[in-house]
């Protein structure tokens, strides 16, 4: 039976490396751009951290140095666990159950087991290395600060790939046991959802308010980190794996490597037997789940849907019919595709938690300098989060036409047409989520109606230039003959839109934002204030720009495309 399983890897070894040498063919600028951005990335990171972790080394924090790092990586980690298990049950979910190659794998001799781990691997693969080529900079700062021995960042890598292993275990299983029991009715699930989610949400919600009220919203600097360290303490808890790995990194860089060793021995074991329940669910519900994912009821279909709908081409009065009825079918194919949305909902949806929840943290929101520093922050997570997901779903829009491309090409439909359709349904998408976002995020921190409207603005740029960049780009480099738009998005294409866009959203909030705000918290920078008018209409011109440009050139070459 094992040897079943060493052919799939085998198989997937030879694919890999056939991916190598068409690497190699690519454009050299492509390849170099991708490495510069990655090591101008990775260089940011880590000078943060080391310069964070110096600071730490200085008076009054030096007391408290070891206390504080324990608590950050049991943090760290314990949030990278979380999103990690978060993105291998989303991507699993495609691969286990939406791809080709699994429904080939299912009609050949292999059994489920071994097509669960082989592609449970491959999703452990896909989705942690950007994960932890984020923390490694983390990791080799605090090595570098404290001078550590010369088997710390062996030891690291070492805990580090076991560690990825458990959240895939854990995402992997949890997507099996969904697929298998989860109610067909959408209906049924949303309720199922909600109760699980929104219930207990509600009653941290009602006790931080509770708590917040009875101490009379003001706390001490003592009361203050009290309360911080308490709502922390469940990260330390030393039952968890994130604890064990932010201990042993600790432990090496001491230069104790046998209490690191039982630390790593206790990931080990943990990572083996999350492995083995994952193996033995397989072998006890993924055929079953695999069938049952593959049947959709069609039943009462169309009654709630279809009015949906006919109610959102209604709700774009004075629009081409041409571009609501392409806008009407991108939204069906977005809310049909579980990976994209959900997604969309779990980032989006954790954002809006902690905007809601701000008050509940105990920042000191009466202070101008917090509430414009958390406000700028708000805007910042939300734009480039955005960004992101402009990268990932919407560029790769128009390369999804694909092999369907040639149908439109017979229907009575200009090409521009086409593009504009896209731009709208992202433009649409991205300002109505963002400004959702931060209106909220401006009501929990009672921001006056000027900063509001600054804040509106903003997003009403970046959302129209995140738009018309990845359209534009998406059309100036498309790929036709690839249906997984993973692989479309890592491409040059991509990965030229995405420095892009980020370097989009930090011009306009620098040139439009952070001066207004900066102004406030400073009100004797009377020349920050005075920078506010012009770098706002500045912002508007690079919006301007990043509309049209693209745009234009998109058009101009998705015309000469050949299908």
Same mark, same amino acid.
């Given at each position: 039976?094992?040897?079943?399983?060493?052919?799939?890897?085998?198989?997937?070894?030879?694919?890999?490396?056939?991916?190598?040498?068409?690497?190699?063919?690519?454009?050299?600028?492509?390849?170099?751009?991708?490495?510069?951005?990655?090591?101008?990335?990775?260089?940011?990171?880590?000078?943060?951290?080391?310069?964070g972790f110096r600071s730490l080394g200085s008076p009054p924090l030096e007391d408290f140095r070891d206390t504080i790092v324990q608590i950050l990586f049991a943090v760290f980690f314990l949030s990278l666990l979380?999103?990690?298990?978060?993105?291998?049950?989303?991507?699993?979910?495609?691969?286990?159950?939406?791809?080709e190659e699994t429904a080939f794998l299912f009609a050949r001799p292999f059994f489920p087991w071994q097509i669960f781990a082989y592609k449970v691997s491959e999703t452990l693969l896909f989705s942690s290395w950007a994960f932890l080529f984020l923390a490694l900079p983390l990791i080799v700062a605090y090595g570098v600060n404290g001078r550590s021995?010369?088997?710390?960042?062996?030891?690291?890598?070492?805990?580090?790939?076991?560690?990825?292993?458990?959240?895939?275990?854990?995402?992997?299983?949890a997507t099996l046991l969904i697929a298998r029991f989860l109610p067909r009715s959408m209906r049924k699930a949303l309720v199922l959802l909600l109760v699980i989610v929104t219930v207990p949400a509600a009653i941290g919600w009602a006790a931080g308010f509770l708590r917040f009220h009875e101490t009379g919203g003001s706390y001490a600097a003592e009361r203050w980190v009290r309360n911080v360290l308490g709502r922390l303490s469940l990260s330390t808890s030393p039952l968890l794996p994130s604890f064990w790995i932010g201990d042993g990194v600790i432990q090496l860089k001491r230069g104790d490597p046998g209490a690191a060793l039982f630390r790593f021995l206790l990931l080990l074991s943990t990572a083996l037997f999350s492995a083995m329940v994952g193996v033995h669910l397989s072998r006890w519900f993924y055929r079953s789940a695999y069938y049952r994912a593959q049947f959709r009821a069609r039943k009462h279909r169309g009654q709630w849907s279809g009015g949906f709908y006919r109610l959102l081409e209604r709700a774009l009065p004075g629009m081409n019919p041409e571009l609501r009825l392409l806008m009407v079918k991108d939204v069906k194919i977005f809310v049909r595709d579980p990976v994209q949305w959900?997604?969309?909902?779990?980032?989006?949806?954790?954002?809006?938690?902690?905007?809601?929840n701000m008050r509940n943290l105990h920042y000191d929101l009466n202070l101008p300098y917090w509430q414009n520093f958390i406000s700028v922050l708000n805007l910042v997570?939300?734009? *480039?989060?955005? =960004?992101? /997901?402009?990268?990932? &779903? +919407?560029?790769?829009?128009?390369?999804?036409? $694909?092999r369907k491309f040639w149908i439109?090409?017979?229907?009575?439909?200009?090409?521009?047409? *086409?593009?504009? =359709?896209? /731009?709208?349904?992202? &433009? +649409?998408?991205?300002?109505?989520?963002?400004? $959702?976002?931060?209106?909220l995020s401006d009501l929990i921190l009672r921001e006056p109606a000027p900063v509001v409207a600054l804040h509106a603005i903003a997003v009403l740029i970046i959302s129209t230039g995140l738009s018309a960049l990845a359209v534009g780009i998406g059309a100036l480099y498309p790929n036709l003959r690839e249906d997984n738009p993973s692989k479309i998005v890592s491409g040059f294409g991509g990965t030229l839109n995405l420095v892009l866009s980020v370097a989009f959203v930090a011009l306009v909030i620098v040139l439009m934002v952070v001066p207004y705000h900066v102004g406030r918290m400073r009100p004797e920078a009377e020349f920050l204030q005075r920078l506010a008018l012009p770098g706002a209409l500045l912002a508007v011109a690079v919006g301007a720009v990043a509309v049209i440009v693209p745009m234009w050139l998109g058009v101009r070459a998705f015309e000469r495309l050949e299908a």
């Open positions: 039976m094992a040897a079943r399983l060493i052919t799939l890897a085998w198989v997937r070894a030879k694919t890999l490396r056939n991916s190598l040498r068409v690497l190699r063919r690519q454009s050299r600028l492509k390849i170099l751009v991708i490495l510069l951005f990655a090591i101008a990335l990775w260089a940011g990171l880590y000078f943060v951290f080391h310069d979380i999103m990690l298990t978060f993105s291998n049950a989303i991507i699993a979910y495609g691969s286990l159950f939406r791809s021995p010369w088997y710390f960042y062996p030891g690291a890598a070492a805990f580090f790939v076991v560690f990825a292993v458990i959240p895939a275990a854990a995402g992997g299983g959900s997604q969309v909902l779990i980032f989006f949806g954790l954002l809006g938690i902690y905007f809601a997570a939300t734009c *480039l989060t955005l =960004s992101t /997901f402009t990268s990932r &779903f +919407i560029f790769p829009l128009l390369s999804l036409e $694909g439109l090409g017979l229907l009575p439909i200009e090409r521009k047409n *086409l593009l504009y =359709s896209k /731009f709208w349904f992202a &433009f +649409i998408g991205s300002f109505v989520i963002s400004q $959702g976002l931060m209106g």
